[in-house]
């Protein structure tokens, strides 16, 4: 903070919008695009997003033949609490809602939740049966969180360095059903 407050600019009232601007020092840029990304040193391309739904599925492998049979395209990464979903297309929040909606719809009764870091801010969702329950904490999801889960939400590990990962990419339906049938063979 500078310690300045209000009348300190030019025009004589405190919170009034001064008529001559000619004293201060800013530049309003033409394209506001890219205030939507995080800060990077010039050069350098912005922060990646990611998003990962986090599942109570037992393994990678079930987890990626539901994203198949959902039409959602993940990397499903193994977890002590269960298979993440890491999602391939980030192209904007409407996008990674729709993927957790698709996921929590095939799930049904079983509660996901939506980790989303954009510019640099991460934000949580409860979704159930399709329907986005509640936004949560953050921090309060990623305490206790496993290892595997904060390397790739803000450690920077690619999904590919990750052990254990099944594609849904590319998975036949006959594929996703059999993968889906043989999971719960093993439950029985």
């Known amino acids: 903070m500078s310690g300045r407050d209000d009348a300190d600019l030019p025009g004589d009232v405190p919170g009034e919008v001064p008529d001559d601007l000619s004293g201060l020092d800013f530049e309003v840029p033409d394209d506001l695009s890219g205030l939507d990304t995080a800060p990077t040193a010039p050069g350098e391309p912005p922060e990646p997003v990611v998003a990962i739904v986090v599942t109570q599925v037992a393994g990678a492998k079930p987890l990626a033949a539901a994203c198949s049979l959902a039409g959602v ?3 499903a990464v193994p ?3 269960g298979a993440l979903a890491v999602l391939r297309d980030t192209t904007d929040a409407a996008r990674t809602a729709a993927a957790a909606e698709a996921i929590s ?3 049904r009764t079983t509660p996901v939740i939506l980790l989303d870091r954009r510019a640099g801010r ?3 969702s409860r979704w159930v ?3 986005r329950e509640d936004d949560l904490a953050a921090g309060l999801v990623l305490s206790g969180a496993p290892d595997v889960l904060e390397d790739l939400l803000v450690g920077g590990t690619p999904v590919t360095e990750v052990e254990g990962v ?5 998975m036949s339906r006959w594929a996703a059903m059999r ?3 043989a999971g719960r063979r093993k439950g029985d």
Do not use: K, N, W
């Open 73 to 75: 395209d993940v990397d």
């Open 79 to 81: 977890s002590p609490v």
């Open 105 to 107: 719809r095939m799930l």
């Open 122 to 124: 991460i934000s949580a």
């Open 129 to 131: 049966g399709g329907t």
């Open 166 to 170: 099944q594609t849904s990419v590319g």
């Open 179 to 181: 993968a889906l049938s």
